[in-house]
């Protein structure tokens, strides 16, 4: 197994959500690797990058690694309809997206799974994306 694209995948999937006009439409430049560390200052819809879960996937032949992460959409709007429209724009952005990683190829990109939910009073709507990547090391 092999951790060494994590940080080239995650990098490559933040590039990319950045550039994505769709996404920009839906949340403007509120789209973060981390929260800024003033919280207060969040916009009231924004996109965060979040945990991930990695496992081999290596073969006789080749190092590689399955990466399972999640992109969540924070809203203190009223209902789901904002977080939900911004969750659309991830799904199309990253659905079989062709990133090019600093190190190491993506083999493929795939949704897995979503769940919205009511979280916090100052946050009070989420939904969390999970998505599945295949990487080839190529070190």
Known sequence: ?????????????????????????????????????????????????????????SSVTSRAAVHEFTVSIHTSEAGFQKAKEAATAVCE????????????????????SARSERNTARRPRRVLLRFRAFVEDAG
């Open 93 to 112: 952005a990253l659905q079989d997206a062709p990133l090019t990683l600093s190190r190491g190829r993506l083999v493929s990109l795939r949704f897995l």
């Open 1 to 57: 197994m092999t951790y060494v694209n994590s940080e080239p995948l995650q990098a490559a999937i933040f590039s990319h959500l950045q550039g994505d006009a769709g996404l920009i439409a839906a949340v403007g430049s509120a789209i973060y690797d981390a929260p800024p560390p003033n919280a207060l200052d969040l916009p009231s819809t924004h996109v965060t990058i979040g945990e991930e879960q990695a496992r081999d996937a």
